[in-house]
């Protein structure tokens, strides 16, 4: 979570869960489907300190634009 989503976002962690969660609920397997960022990571870091920031607030930032997105209001 530490930039604007692009296609290999979408393919390497957010299609493939979202597939495998939306065939869950048509098998009526009880399930959740649960997405998160990650404050901690060496990427995040660094990316917070190129842009003046802490973790939190990169997070904070780059979930929006993803939320956005992703709902097709950005």
Do not use: W
Request: charged share 25%; proline share 3%; with cysteine.
């Amino acid at each position: 979570m530490n930039n604007v989503p692009h296609l290999g976002n979408v393919i390497g962690c957010v299609l493939s869960a979202d597939v495998f969660s939306r065939y869950c609920k048509l098998k009526k397997y009880d399930s959740l489907y649960v997405c998160g960022t990650d404050e901690h990571g060496t990427a995040t870091e660094t990316k917070a300190l190129e842009e003046g920031l802490s973790p939190q607030e990169i997070c904070d930032k780059y979930h929006k634009i993803h939320t956005e997105i992703y709902n097709g209001s950005y």
